[in-house]
């Protein structure tokens, strides 16, 4: 399935940056296996592709997944991590301090 084929909506961030260079968005799933895993990414992939469609130019996008109160594996935390450098910023909550 093409995320790009849901219907998403308006481009909504849930934040933008003081300097509004940068849409935020906070994703709250959970995140324990590998199916959670892959749902996770396909979502985000289609929302950060969709809302490339839809920001102004230039704008930059920034994850932030709330992983708290979560037990979720070093190995699925570095692959979603990964899974998104090329195309936008990333970051647990748990490590904003």
Do not use: C
């Amino acid at each position: 399935m093409n995320p790009l084929d849901l219907d998403w909506g308006t481009a909504t961030p849930e934040f933008v940056s003081r300097d509004s260079s940068t849409a935020i968005h906070v994703i709250n799933h959970a995140l324990e296996n590998d199916v959670q895993l892959n749902r996770n990414m396909s979502f985000i992939r289609g929302r950060i592709a969709f809302f490339a469609r839809q920001l102004p130019s230039g704008m930059k996008q920034h994850v932030i997944f709330d992983d708290r109160g979560q037990n979720i594996p070093s190995s699925i935390r570095d692959s979603l991590r990964e899974a998104f450098t090329s195309i936008a910023s990333f970051e647990y909550m748990t490590e904003r301090g």
